[in-house]
């Protein structure tokens, strides 16, 4: 076996582990929202550790040149980070409703 | 004058017939499909955002999902993470050049799309069931079903098109006309209908779980 059969083989045995992770994380999320009541944020940094293991291992894109990943994923972020100015808007909605 | 002009010539006759190497060193159509993922995960953002802005100014929202709603979403997280699992599998058939596995593989990921399809319905047949309609619910603020059947059923429709075009390019691919690198950018948009449910299920299901 070469190197390169030996590094794909690799690869492919991690997709394995990706896997089990991500539903470990998921079981996870679920059984926390059970006992302790659902936490955004926790609920929120779960969802996107599961996203940055699918992207990266999945999706391959950390195979990827980083010209790429800087092309796609900062925007992105930065996209989705400006939405949030909704909630100012939103908490006022919330205590200036006519009752 | 004359001899820079010639020099210049010179220069841009070297580069006729040459292409410039691509900046991302892959083919262009893998790199749309990235270009539309990323416009796809900023709608999806924007659904999420949108339902979360009305549920937080909404002092009545429904929490109307018992356990056997959670454990259903849980069941198809297993079903679609299993997916995403068994197009890699067929991927990696395919670059092998195998291609009734390769085949195998991705109709086996189609019907776990139906599999999770048909589980989602049943879902939203509960809900229905209940009472709950685009702008009214039996529990609260009206906006709740509007939201829900939105986002699950942008979702939903994601998974449906996903479902065709795997049955369709694989059927392509098995007659030969299309290539592993078909397969790959195929596989690239069905990882990403599973990672927008990894933020469905906590925001949507967990978020509102009945207490």
Partial sequence: ?99 | MGGAVSQANLAVDSHIGTMEAKPFAIPSSKLVMWLFIISDAVTFGALLFAYGYIRNASADWPTPFESSSIWNSLLMTFILVTSSLTVLIALKAAQADDRAPAFRWVIVTAVLGVLFTVLHLREWMDLIGKGVRTFHNPWGAPMFGATFFAITGLHMAHVIGGVVALIATGLIYKAGRYSAKHIEILALYWHFVDLVWMFVVPLVYLMNMKR
């Avoid at chain 1, 390169?4 to 926390?32: E, F, H, N, P, W």
């Fill in chain 1, 1 to 99: 076996m070469n190197s390169a059969d030996t590094s794909k083989s690799k690869a492919s045995g991690r997709v394995y582990v990706v896997y089990a992770v991500i539903m470990v994380l998921a079981v996870m999320q679920i059984v926390v929202a059970m006992q302790r009541g659902p936490s955004l944020v926790f609920m929120l940094l779960v969802g996107v550790l599961q996203a940055w293991l699918a992207v990266t291992y999945f999706m391959h894109l950390g195979e990827e040149r980083p010209l790429l990943v800087l092309a796609l994923i900062p925007y992105t972020i930065f996209v989705l980070l400006m939405m949030n100015v909704i909630w100012s808007d939103s908490f006022r909605l919330l205590r200036m409703r006519p009752h």
